[in-house]
DNA sequence: GAGACTACGGTACCGATGTACAGCGTCGGA
DNA sequence: TCCGACGCTGTACATCGGTACCGTAGTCTC
């Protein structure tokens, strides 16, 4: 399969989500309004070269006939496979289970608040994804504010300076990991606050619930 | 859901079969074709009551755009019920267009990078939303770092201490807005700047893009 | 017998859409 | 430097396709 450009890929990425969301594909009209591209031809040569490259297929003088072919790998495009397409409208379905230094984990896990979707591409490849809330000021200077929306990749360990979800006695926490000579620290991002010293022989890899991926903030 | 008659089931299952077997839902006029109808009108009766049953929901005035209902037993109507379609309708995709301070808008807008889609929860309801990915310092202490995206309401007016998209000669930047006596001040949130004052004879409307409504920071 | 709901035929209108043609600028080879 | 691919603007046009309005019939219920 040919190679794609940035532009052809962004028309074939609507094109998956149109089908996706709605149920049917768009019209040019649709994909250069929502690409910026004003004119039906410049969409059309998307088109044509997505069907010269095999991507797509198309039936004549009839509207949004469009059709994903399934790429060679595999990797859809198509819309009957259930699969998520692989690089294109690939969506995440993340539970905000809590707010993070407000509870016991427990506690937070079975009382998910919501469900937000986004992006994989916005919380990267792989990985098992949730959300929190946070509260309190103790990463702010990581530009990480009382309120925003942190989401949370579950993995046991973590590498050195990563923002990761600790379990302290029984709360969770967000920190920045360190980890030294014979302790954890776990490292506030503000000047105010004292760093979280625990000593490895009472360090367990459970302790750790995920590594920050992504952070989210609403304003207004 | 109310029962349906010999004829609207054959119509329901033709657009179901139309869906899975094309990839998109057929016009008034295939469906008559394909049962036998030679009037449009007769068609449209029945998609007027399948509407009224509760079995599809369509677009005023455009092609194609029929989409089956999940029944309540669940049994299917909707071809591959992979995803909920139930509230598909709450996510918005938004267009990245650029990079705030890092060009002519102009420029931003003719050459989105990319299509993102999130939860419209994240956004806040209403408007017409597109996204820029921050260059610089300059709103570091409103908790807004460089390569961060921020998704921006379009809108031409905006409130005291609203974060904004605004134009300055012929660059986007992003500012706390404040309007006072006799001119706008654009306020960077950070100490190291100079706010950016605009007489209020030289402003025009036209000069805010949009309000700031989301910060996302990939990590990792 | 009046009034619904169903199930069409026919026709007309007009907005929605795909297609075609003419250009323009950029960029990376050959 | 010419050429092809890319990525558009702009315009014109014919068809596609949804909607509206007018009828006819059969069935079923009240």
Redesign the pocket.
Known sequence: MQKL????RAVLSFISASIDERGYPP????I?NH????????V????R?LE??GYLT?????????RLVRSADGSSSAPPPPEPDNDVADMIEIPILGRVAAGLLQEAIQHPEDTVRIDRMLVGRGGDVFGLRIVGESMIDAGIHDGDYVFVRKQLTAGRGDIVIALVGDEATCKYFFSERDHIRLQPANETMAPILIPKTDWRGTQILGVVVGVYRRLH
């Open positions: 450009t940035e532009r052809q019209t040019l009209r649709e250069g690409l910026g591209i004003k004119s039906t031809n410049g059309n040569d998307h088109l070269a010269r490259k198309r039936e004549d003088m009839k509207s949004r006939t469009l």
